[in-house]
T-cell receptor, first 113, second 113 residues
C-alpha cells in the first residue's frame, strides 16, 4: 500500500497562474482532507470531503476549489494563485466520517512569486 | 479558533521527561495529538475524548481536562526518536466533529543524546 500520495512534490507558480494539486489514497478511506501549513501557524483545514460526492469548506477555503473525483482521489485547485498561497499543502484521509485518525500524504511545497 | 500550545520549543536530553500543553478558548469535545518529523507528514499519536480516559502511546501519554479546556502530552524517558514537532488539534465546530480540526502552531521537541 502506498497510503496517501500527492503530486507534485514541489511547484513554483507566478501570480495569477492556476494549478491543480493531486491527491490519491489506496486505503479505501471514505473521508479526505486538504490542509495548508504555514510557518508558525500549524495546519489549517482548507476543504474536506466526508464521502464520495460531497465536499465542505474548512477554515480557510477562499481562493481554492476542490473536486472529489472518486473514492480514491481528491484534488485541490488554485484558479489564480497569489503569493499568500505560498505554503506546504497536505492531503489526508480517514476511514469513516467519524474516524479520528487521519493519514497524511508527504505534502506539496508551493511557492507563488 | 486555533488552540494555543506551550511551550513553543523544548530541548532535553535522552531519558528526561517533557510536558506539552494545549488549551482552547472554547469547550472541547476531543483533543487530537500528532507528531511531525522534519520534512515529513504529520503522524497520528492519540485522541482524547470528552468523558474518556487517558490514552497512551508507548511512553507518550496524555490527559484531558474538560473544565479547564486543555490537554497535556507527557513524554516520559524521552528517546531520540521523539524529536519532532507536536501538534494538538481540536474540532472547529462546537459539535465536535473530527472531520473539521483546527491545529495549534506546534511545539518543537529536540532530544539530545
Amino acid at each position: 500500500n502506498a497510503g496517501v500520495t500527492q503530486t507534485p512534490k514541489f511547484q513554483v507558480l507566478k501570480t495569477g497562474q492556476s494549478m491543480t494539486l493531486q491527491c490519491a489514497q489506496d486505503m479505501n478511506h471514505n473521508s479526505m482532507y486538504w490542509y495548508r501549513q504555514d510557518p508558525g501557524m500549524g495546519l489549517r483545514l482548507i476543504y474536506y470531503s466526508a464521502s464520495e460526492g460531497t465536499t465542505d469548506k474548512g477554515e480557510v477555503p477562499n481562493g481554492y476549489n476542490v473536486s472529489r473525483l472518486n473514492k480514491r482521489e481528491f484534488s485541490l485547485r488554485l484558479e489564480s494563485a497569489a503569493p499568500s498561497q505560498t505554503s506546504v499543502y497536505f492531503c489526508a484521509s480517514s476511514p469513516r466520517h467519524d474516524s479520528y485518525e487521519q493519514y497524511f500524504g508527504p505534502g506539496t511545497r508551493l511557492t507563488v512569486t | 479558533q486555533q488552540p494555543v500550545q506551550s511551550p513553543q520549543a523544548v530541548i532535553l536530553r535522552e531519558g528526561e521527561d517533557a510536558v506539552i500543553n494545549c488549551s482552547s478558548s472554547k469547550a472541547l469535545y476531543s483533543v487530537h495529538w500528532y507528531r511531525q518529523k522534519h520534512g515529513e507528514a504529520p503522524v497520528f499519536l492519540m485522541i482524547l475524548l470528552k468523558g474518556g480516559e487517558q490514552k497512551g502511546h508507548d511512553k507518550i501519554s496524555a490527559s484531558f481536562n474538560e473544565k479547564k479546556q486543555q490537554s497535556s502530552l507527557y513524554l516520559t524517558a524521552s528517546q531520540l526518536s521523539y524529536s519532532g514537532t507536536y501538534f494538538c488539534g481540536t474540532p472547529l465546530l462546537a459539535a465536535g466533529s473530527a472531520r473539521q480540526l483546527t491545529f495549534g502552531s506546534g511545539t518543537q521537541l529536540t532530544v539530545l543524546p
